[in-house]
């Protein structure tokens, strides 16, 4: 008979067991709660509702708590089940709600910018007043609508319907007027509203004219020739129709104008007779403008002077030039939907400016970069340099391309070369009037060979 082992077997109690298995699937759920709860963080949902949800208002903060709450119940039914259903769910939910809180936030932010914007620059462009834009902002951003919630879906009465949120009005990528601040502009007036935007780019014409009466039959050349364009036409009518000096006077503020009362002007193009009277109310005042600058310019500047030689200075002179011609990147000249020309308008500051009468001009010359012919109607000095404005003619010289309005004003350094083929009467007067003003023949010579003083030279 064999002798026992003295091997003790120790068998567990079992409700030991029970309690280490139990850990165990806690643990795994635990772990598996882990990972679902990384899943439902992972949609980025609820971290987009916390960063914009303070900043949501009116139905924009309806369709947002709609849609978190939607967002919440699916995330705790994936979180208790796990099931691919309800991932689905969440996931779809978690989508809808990162839209409408990002899309609601860009909206009422664009909405805040327009508003401040306009505000600080005291609605001067705006066609209401500051009290009717302030109750405007508020009314749009703090509406509210009526908002449900319908087999797990978030809708929003558009119109006369209930649609998703997503797909309503209120939140579409393209604009209208449920997801867009419109503060109704003013109706900025037309280039040519205020007749001396016209009288400015006839310049020319009028310093080339040899007498005022000359200078207004150039003038109204190119005003009968301008008239054909339906824009220009369009900004006599509104000039009439807005302007208190014998005018129909139809606005209070002609810098000022609305969409509806523009539609009224414009509505008076029909009127044959209105129409007639328009354009004979602004070429008479236009006309009218001609000889006193025509005299301006033959008693202070020499400008039309026929034979008048006398060259006066004018100090801190503000010439307004059309600049180049525009060209695109082709080279190519830049012309509007009519045709016209374009030029790329500014302002020229120079210390002292006099301007050639007509007869003493520098005429038929040819810039060798443009090929185009041009005039010399005047001269400047701007920081130590003589300067030249110039008429430049796109056509050459013949009295079609001058009368038709087809030349660019500007101002450029004089060149030896150019100041060589002036008229020698101009020569010898702009040198004298150099002299009379102080600057040494040295420094004349410097400045007739387009070479800068290092100064800025005022002729005073």
């Given at each position: 008979?064999?002798?026992?082992?003295?091997?003790?077997?120790?068998?567990?109690?079992?409700?030991?067991?029970?309690?280490?298995?139990?850990?165990?699937?806690?643990?795994?759920?635990?772990?598996?709660?882990?990972?679902?709860?990384?899943?439902?963080?992972?949609?980025?949902?609820?971290?987009?509702?916390?960063?914009?949800?303070?900043?949501?208002?009116?139905?924009?903060?309806?369709?947002?708590?709609?849609?978190?709450?939607?967002?919440?119940?699916?995330?705790?039914?994936?979180?208790?089940?796990?099931?691919?259903?309800?991932?689905?769910?969440?996931?779809?939910?978690?989508?809808?709600?990162?839209?409408?809180?990002?899309?609601?936030?860009?909206?009422?932010?664009?909405?805040?910018?327009?508003?401040?914007?306009?505000?600080?620059n005291g609605f001067k462009d705006v066609a209401l007043s500051p009290e009717e834009a302030s109750d405007l902002y508020s009314g749009f951003t703090n509406r509210t609508g009526e908002v449900i919630v319908k087999n797990g879906q978030v809708m929003v009465k558009d119109g006369d319907t209930f649609v998703p949120?997503?797909?309503?009005?209120?939140?579409?990528?393209?604009?209208?007027?449920?997801?867009?601040?419109?503060?109704?502009?003013?109706?900025?007036?037309?280039?040519?509203?205020?007749?001396?935007?016209?009288?400015?780019?006839?310049?020319?014409?009028?310093?080339?004219?040899?007498?005022?009466?000359?200078?207004?039959?150039?003038?109204?050349?190119?005003?009968?020739?301008?008239?054909?364009?339906?824009?220009?036409?369009?900004?006599?009518?509104?000039?009439?129709?807005?302007?208190?000096?014998?005018?129909?006077?139809?606005?209070?503020?002609?810098?000022?104008?609305?969409?509806?009362?523009?539609?009224?002007?414009?509505?008076?193009?029909?009127?044959?007779?209105?129409?007639?009277?328009?354009?004979?109310?602004?070429?008479?005042?236009?006309?009218?403008?001609?000889?006193?600058?025509?005299?301006?310019?033959?008693?202070?500047?020499?400008?039309?002077?026929?034979?008048?030689?006398?060259?006066?200075?004018?100090?801190?002179?503000?010439?307004?030039?059309?600049?180049?011609?525009?060209?695109?990147?082709?080279?190519?000249?830049?012309?509007?939907?009519?045709?016209?020309?374009?030029?790329?308008?500014?302002?020229?500051?120079?210390?002292?400016?006099?301007?050639?009468?007509?007869?003493?001009?520098?005429?038929?010359?040819?810039?060798?970069?443009?090929?185009?012919?041009?005039?010399?109607?005047?001269?400047?000095?701007?920081?130590?340099?003589?300067?030249?404005?110039?008429?430049?003619?796109?056509?050459?010289?013949?009295?079609?391309?001058?009368?038709?309005?087809?030349?660019?004003?500007?101002?450029?350094?004089?060149?030896?070369?150019?100041?060589?083929?002036?008229?020698?009467?101009?020569?010898?007067?702009?040198?004298?009037?150099?002299?009379?003003?102080?600057?040494?023949?040295?420094?004349?010579?410097?400045?007739?060979?387009?070479?800068?003083?290092?100064?800025?030279?005022?002729?005073?």
């Amino acid at each position: 008979m064999s002798v026992l082992g003295t091997t003790v077997f120790k068998v567990p109690k079992l409700g030991e067991t029970g309690f280490k298995i139990d850990q165990i699937n806690e643990q795994k759920q635990k772990q598996k709660q882990a990972q679902l709860q990384k899943q439902v963080d992972g949609t980025g949902a609820e971290k987009a509702y916390m960063e914009n949800a303070m900043g949501l208002t009116g139905i924009y903060k309806q369709i947002a708590d709609a849609e978190y709450s939607v967002f919440r119940k699916a995330a705790i039914e994936f979180e208790q089940t796990g099931s691919s259903r309800a991932e689905a769910a969440m996931k779809k939910a978690a989508g809808e709600l990162t839209y409408s809180v990002t899309a609601g936030r860009s909206i009422l932010d664009v909405a805040g910018k327009e508003y401040v914007t306009n505000k600080a620059n005291g609605f001067k462009d705006v066609a209401l007043s500051p009290e009717e834009a302030s109750d405007l902002y508020s009314g749009f951003t703090n509406r509210t609508g009526e908002v449900i919630v319908k087999n797990g879906q978030v809708m929003v009465k558009d119109g006369d319907t209930f649609v998703p949120a997503t797909q309503s009005t209120y939140l579409q990528s393209s604009v209208n007027i449920n997801n867009s601040l419109v503060l109704p502009r003013t109706i900025t007036q037309g280039k040519y509203v205020n007749f001396s935007s016209f009288l400015n780019e006839t310049r020319g014409a009028i310093s080339a004219g040899s007498s005022a009466g000359n200078a207004q039959g150039r003038v109204n050349t190119l005003f009968e020739q301008k008239y054909q364009d339906k824009q220009f036409q369009a900004d006599v009518l509104t000039a009439y129709a807005v302007s208190q000096d014998d005018g129909l006077g139809m606005v209070e503020d002609p810098n000022k104008i609305s969409a509806e009362q523009l539609s009224q002007i414009a509505e008076l193009g029909g009127n044959e007779e209105i129409v007639a009277q328009a354009k004979e109310w602004y070429k008479a005042r236009v006309l009218n403008s001609v000889p006193p600058l025509w005299n301006a310019g033959s008693s202070s500047s020499g400008v039309g002077a026929g034979t008048d030689y006398n060259l006066s200075v004018q100090d801190n002179a503000t010439i307004k030039i059309t600049g180049g011609a525009l060209k695109d990147s082709e080279g190519k000249l830049v012309e509007d939907a009519d045709g016209n020309q374009q030029y790329e308008p500014r302002d020229i500051e120079l210390t002292s400016y006099m301007a050639l009468p007509s007869n003493i001009q520098g005429k038929g010359l040819v810039d060798a970069t443009l090929r185009d012919k041009y005039s010399i109607v005047g001269l400047g000095i701007a920081d130590g340099m003589l300067k030249v404005e110039r008429n430049v003619y796109e056509g050459g010289l013949d009295v079609e391309s001058m009368l038709s309005g087809k030349y660019s004003v500007d101002i450029v350094p004089i060149t030896k070369q150019v100041y060589g083929k002036m008229p020698a009467k101009s020569k010898l007067l702009i040198e004298q009037k150099l002299a009379e003003q102080g600057y040494s023949t040295d420094e004349i010579k410097k400045l007739v060979a387009g070479e800068s003083l290092d100064v800025k030279g005022v002729l005073d």
